[in-house]
């Protein structure tokens, strides 16, 4: 079964503090995405990770990804106020070779960011 | 268009109704792709279209939800005879290589 999983599923943070969010999925892939969602708005496409050993960093965010691990991680760093938004990653499992499969969601991180 | 576009914003329907949701991809871009997401934040893919083929439609529920991408047309996601757990947002996305990019959502609400 193709799985993603997402944690923690809550995150309440004070302003200034660091984190990391974490994203399993159950086989393999190399192309894993970062979205964020604020409330009832669409998805904000954050990352895209395409390699083992990939790593992007986007201000207080930075994402990287192993392969081999099935494994990706959203840290958070020196959290502000406006990161407070759900976060989701997403894998595509379809094997690329120029098509384009559908996403498979993990269940999302709210981040709550507090001052 | 630069953004991918999807009417309409909102549709309240009664049980039995039929509800059709619009999607126009990103000019340029092949593949189109629609999801559900229900309220507990969970997304579902739905099905996607390779130009006007579809391309994958494992999730789609076949005895309700069909779905057709026509050239020059706008793609759309028709659901006969709503039911109340069919409340949800339905995103469209599309892509031309390895990025999705979604559009806004209809907010479909069956009462």
């Known amino acids: 079964e193709l799985k993603v999983e997402q944690n923690p599923l809550f995150l309440s943070m004070q302003e200034g503090k660091n984190y990391t969010i974490y994203c399993n999925y159950s086989t393999t892939s190399d192309r894993l995405y970062w979205y964020r969602q604020d409330p009832g708005k669409s998805l904000e496409s954050l990352f895209v990770l395409l390699s083992n050993g990939a790593v992007k960093q986007e201000g207080r965010l930075m994402a990287s990804l192993d392969t081999k691990a099935r494994l990706s991680t959203l840290h958070i760093t020196a959290a502000v106020h406006d990161l407070s938004a759900t976060y989701f990653c997403?894998?595509?499992?379809?094997?690329?070779?120029?098509?384009?499969?559908?996403?498979?969601f993990g269940k999302g991180t709210k981040l709550s960011v507090k001052p | 268009g630069e953004e991918v576009a999807q009417t309409p914003k909102h549709l309240v329907r009664g049980e039995g109704q039929k509800a059709k949701l619009y999607c126009a991809p990103i000019?340029?871009?092949?593949?189109v792709f629609w999801y559900q997401q229900v309220l507990k934040n969970e997304f579902k893919f739905l099905i996607s279209?390779?130009?006007?083929?579809?391309?994958?439609e494992t999730g789609m529920p076949k005895e309700r939800f069909s779905a057709k991408c026509l050239p020059n047309s706008p793609c759309s996601l028709e659901i006969q005879a709503t039911k109340l757990e069919d409340s949800a947002v339905y995103f469209c996305a599309s892509s031309q290589g390895t990025e999705q990019y979604f559009g806004p959502g209809t907010r479909l609400t069956v009462t």
């Open positions: 279209f390779q130009n006007e083929n579809v391309f994958d």
């Open positions: 997403a894998v595509d499992f379809s094997g690329g070779g120029g098509s384009q499969g559908n996403l498979i």
């Open positions: 000019k340029g871009h092949s593949y």
